[in-house]
């Protein structure tokens, strides 16, 4: 029911914003919804990617094993570990080579170093029985075609981390079950993970997500006059005059107001 409510507003959403139910994204093309960054001159339709999705496809499961790479291991790329970065990068990029251009964007960081707790519970997770039988393998194998479209996509950025994160938590839960069942039934035997390594994973997660959220918030906040930053008013409407949408919409599209346009 709650899939179902989301996906009735994700239809919804596209009616509003594009007047068709069905529509998604925008093109590379000059149709009738392009991609902002290709309509405002930032991105070259005919340039790289514009050509990978044309040729290779939005989405191509030869990316997976690439792109999983980066979205597990890949270092914290503004750490002492540059050529780390480096060697993973170049070997992300071998492997993706067949399928075109595939941009990674600031912040990298692999999931290993941001939960590396919640990567120790689903690897846990994965080892019991339960996890493969239904109706826990179904939940499972739901996790992972979710992931596997995210990870055949022609992008690799951080916030896509979070549709990568079914496919951790969902066995991570039996995990957590795992270590919960053997403290309560079994006190006497040794802990399956010791407490000192959990927490050193605890700690270890919570200042590499610290770290990125400082360098996304002030390494990666465009400046203002450029493209991806604060427009002024005098640049939204020097952007919008090519396009010759007229001084009452082109003002409207700036967000100018009537009474702002006559003082």
């Known amino acids: 029911m709650i899939l179902g409510a989301f996906g009735l507003a994700l ?22 919804l392009q991609y902002g960054m290709v309509y405002w001159g930032d991105e070259d339709p005919e340039g790289r990617r514009a050509k990978t999705f ?12 690439g792109n999983l790479m980066i979205y597990l291991v890949q270092p914290p ?13 170049g070997w992300h990029e071998q492997l993706v080579s067949p399928t075109g251009y ?12 941001l939960w590396p707790v919640w990567m120790l519970l689903m690897a846990i997770g994965l080892t019991q029985r339960r996890t493969w039988r239904l109706p826990a393998l179904a939940g499972t194998a ?7 479209v995210m990870l055949s996509y022609a992008t690799v950025t951080l916030r896509y981390h ?9 066995p991570a839960i039996f995990g957590i079950a795992a270590l919960t069942e053997r403290a309560v039934n079994r006190p ?23 770290h990125k959220t400082l360098h996304s918030r002030v390494t990666l906040m465009e ?25 009452k919409r082109s003002r409207e599209v700036c967000g100018l107001t009537e009474k702002e346009s006559t003082t």
């Not at 239809?11 to 009738?32: C, E, L, P, V, Y």
């Not at 044309?54 to 094993?65: D, T, V």
């Open 11 to 32: 239809i919804a959403s596209n009616a509003a914003r594009f007047d068709d139910a069905t529509r998604m994204h925008g093109s590379f093309q000059d149709k009738s």
């Open 223 to 247: 400046p203002e006059g450029t493209l991806a930053g604060p427009w002024s008013d005098a640049q939204c409407l020097e952007l919008i005059a090519p396009k010759q949408l007229g001084e």
């Open 162 to 170: 979070v549709d990568i994160w079914p496919l951790i938590g969902f």
């Open 54 to 65: 044309e040729e290779h496809g939005r989405f191509n499961a030869l990316r997976i094993p």
């Open 77 to 89: 790329s503004e750490a002492e570990s540059t050529r780390a970065v480096a060697a993973v990068d």
């Open 102 to 113: 595939v941009r990674v964007e600031e912040a990298k960081v692999g999931t290993l170093w």
């Open 188 to 210: 006497e035997a040794r802990p399956m993970v010791p407490r000192a390594l959990l927490v050193a994973l605890l700690i270890g997660g919570c200042l590499v997500t610290f």
């Open 142 to 148: 739901a996790a992972a075609l979710g992931a596997a």
